[in-house]
């Protein structure tokens, strides 16, 4: 059946877009698990500029 990922962070490097040039983190919790799947609660934390605006 496999292994059951734990608690963990997953990188946000790019897009597509608007946020071509994003930046962050996602934490994950895993609050459920049954035979059909799993229930995580996410939290996205991300930077990007967008690529319109100039810098001061």
Not at 10 to 15: R, V
Not at 23 to 28: L, S, T
Request: with cysteine.
């Amino acid at each position: 059946m496999g292994t059951t990922p734990q608690d963990d962070q997953w990188a946000i490097l790019g897009g597509t877009g608007e946020f071509v040039a994003a930046e962050g983190i996602v934490e994950h919790k895993i609050v459920q698990v049954d035979c059909t799947g799993r229930i995580y609660e996410i939290k996205i934390h991300a930077f990007y500029i967008p690529m319109n605006s100039s810098a001061p």
